[in-house]
């Protein structure tokens, strides 16, 4: 059970920001400081990928474990209570997730998925970025 009232839910909800996200900004902050150069939110592209790569035909999307359901991840736990909501909000999700990595990928877009949790470890984070974006094809 939810231990704070509906309406201030709905306004810690509604406070959740698409974009510019602390770990779409370490990210950010790793490519350029490794020497990539990247455009943000291409609308013109299915998704509005976080970062996209132009001239290696890349993108990258930073997704929250718990809004795109990262399997096995801690941060990606199951609300109580309005099951059948979180539920349909998910499973959303996680279609318009394949729909738009299938979309690019049929278009010729590259496309590599990093994880909020895996922003912590900024070594990794880096490594992941230089093996993605140093190969012509991942």
Known sequence: ?????RERRSTNMSRIRGRDTKPEMTVRQEAHQLGFRFRL???DLPGTPDLV???RHKVVFVHG??????????FAYQ???NVEFWNAKFDGNIARDMRVRQELTR????VLTI????????RALARKLVDYLSHADS
């Not at 278009?107 to 590259?110: E, F, H």
């Not at 994880?115 to 900024?122: F, I, P, R």
Request: proline share 6%; aromatic share 14%; glycine share 6%.
């Open 1 to 5: 059970m939810d231990t704070i009232s």
């Open 41 to 43: 939110h291409r609308r």
């Open 53 to 55: 790569f132009p001239s």
């Open 65 to 74: 474990c718990f809004w795109h359901r990262h399997e096995g991840c801690r």
């Open 79 to 81: 609300p109580k209570s």
């Open 107 to 110: 278009t010729g877009w590259d």
């Open 115 to 122: 994880w909020e949790c895996e922003t912590a470890d900024k």
